[in-house]
């Protein structure tokens, strides 16, 4: 039998298709494996009260950010613009995020009261 | 005028009249061409301003700063050690310095509270830069009420305009007396946030950092040429990533206005060949689609170049704008000085000339050299 292009073709996508679902299967497998250690990992979470998953490990406000303060990432010096590589993929957390709030105290001196 | 001279004028008379016949096509490629170099523009020329801007407030630092670290953490420094710096050979002068930060009741916002020793405003006083007061509405006499330590409202009174360097000094500064920033911040009396070294010469400050860690090992000197160092690649970084994320929609842009461009239209082909039929030289065709290259890619140049100059003084930043500032998003908002440098426009130009250049040329060469008769029918 003569092997034309589009045979050739439609054998290579079956393959890689048989290739993606074999990585599927192997994905399950290792993840059902992997239940054993969750289970230890969140029991040590909670008996050392974790707060949140340590994403990075280079500025201690990104590291966890639930803990994160409005002033930790400015202490090099006087008004220092924030300059570790995570500050950018991990923005402040929205507790954070400097927005007006309704129970401010009136500035006596603005007339806005 | 000489027969080159003219020769080029009747050339760009020529491609004046092309451009004008396909208007709509070189309109599009113009647009979205333009707004390539629009977005990358907007990313290089804020990024530059960024630096300059954190270049800039470096430039009033100390050469040396000392902080201490107390369980991995910024912690007070104690006046005291003042007199084990001075003694180190090279240091000209320690200072303790108070500054922190405090949350603007008001905002959420992250203002800087500074206690200088020099010309200090009295002890109900605060002095604050001139866009902070803009921002809240207050003027010279007005009252300001930030929190104290322990959450009582203090009211100290605008005594005057601190002087400021910086955009965002500008819109973060306070300037308070000692007792107010004890009593704003609870900084215990014989106790500074850190000690400011003025330094003899500049090229002891490594020896100088690893005597002054040996001395107090607790201590974390930070070396202010370093940190100028560590902006200008962290800013780098930074701009890189977003064009990384950007990279997808500009590439779909790029083909297109590639595609536009660089594919030579029945017409156009049927073009090349009538005037190689008349007489034309491939030297001239060659010349007529350079010149048209260059005008319709130093439109786009010019375009996405001046529009990203005009973003940088809209009301409203650009969204690129809090992707490089990162956590500086906490300070109140505030607009780098726009920094244009020679480089980055040059770079830019390069960026847009030339592979329209090679993508339009490339193809008209090909249709010049072949038999006219050919060409036409095509």
């Given amino acids: 039998m003569r092997v034309t292009r589009s045979t050739a073709f439609l054998g290579l996508v079956l393959f890689l298709a048989a290739l993606g679902v074999l990585a599927g299967l192997d994905a399950t497998r290792r993840s059902l494996g992997a239940e054993a250690r969750f289970t230890a990992n969140r029991a040590l979470a909670r008996w050392f009260i974790f707060t949140d998953p340590c994403l990075f490990t280079d500025a201690r406000y990104t590291r966890h950010p639930s803990l994160a303060d409005r002033h930790s990432p400015f202490q090099d010096y006087p008004l220092a613009l924030e300059h570790f590589p995570s500050g950018s993929l991990i923005p402040p957390p929205e507790h954070l995020a400097a927005a007006p709030r309704g129970d401010a105290p009136p500035n006596p001196g603005s007339g806005r009261r | ?378």
């Fill in chain 2, 1 to 378: 005028m000489t027969a080159g001279s003219h020769r080029h004028l009747r050339i760009i008379a020529y491609v004046v009249g092309s451009l004008r016949r396909r208007w709509r096509k070189n309109v599009a490629v113009v647009l979205v061409y333009g707004f390539v170099i629009f977005t990358l523009a907007s990313v290089v020329f804020l990024t530059q301003s960024l630096r300059r801007e954190a270049v800039a407030a470096l430039q009033g630092e100390p050469e040396i700063m000392v902080q201490q670290l107390r369980a991995g953490r910024h912690g007070l420094t104690s006046i005291g050690d003042v007199a084990a710096l001075t003694r180190i050979v090279g240091v000209r002068e320690a200072l303790p310095r108070l500054w922190a930060y405090h949350t603007d009741p008001a905002s959420g916002e992250t203002l800087l509270l500074r206690a200088d020793a020099d010309s200090p405003p009295g002890d109900r006083e605060v002095s604050a830069g001139a866009e902070l007061l803009r921002r809240r509405g207050l003027a010279v006499g007005g009252v300001l009420r930030l929190q104290g330590q322990t959450g009582e409202p203090l009211d100290l009174t605008v005594s005057g305009v601190a002087e400021t360097a910086t955009p965002l000094e500008s819109a973060a500064l306070l300037r308070v007396s000692r007792a107010a920033f004890r009593a704003l911040t609870g900084m215990p009396d014989g106790q500074a946030t850190d000690l400011a070294l003025r330094v003899r010469n500049r090229r002891e400050l490594p020896t100088i950092a690893e005597k002054i860690s040996q001395a107090m090992p607790s201590a974390r000197p930070i070396i202010r040429d370093e940190l100028v160092r560590t902006y200008a690649s962290v800013f780098n970084w930074r701009s890189g990533v977003i064009i990384a994320a950007l990279l997808v929609p500009i590439l779909a842009f790029i083909l297109f206005a590639w595609d536009k461009a660089a594919g030579l239209s029945p017409d156009e082909r049927r073009e090349i060949g009538i005037l190689k039929a008349i007489g034309w030289e491939t030297s001239d065709v060659i010349l007529l689609k350079v010149y048209e290259a260059v005008a319709v890619s130093l439109a786009a140049f010019v375009l996405g170049t001046l529009l990203a100059v005009a973003a940088l003084a809209l009301p409203q930043p650009l969204t690129v704008l809090p992707a490089l500032l990162g956590w500086s998003t906490l300070y109140p908002p505030f607009r780098p000085a726009v920094a244009l440098g020679a480089y980055q426009v040059t770079t830019l130009f390069f960026l847009a000339v030339f592979p329209y250049l090679v993508a339009t040329v490339i193809p008209a060469w090909r249709a010049a050299t072949t038999d006219p008769d050919l060409v036409m029918r095509a």
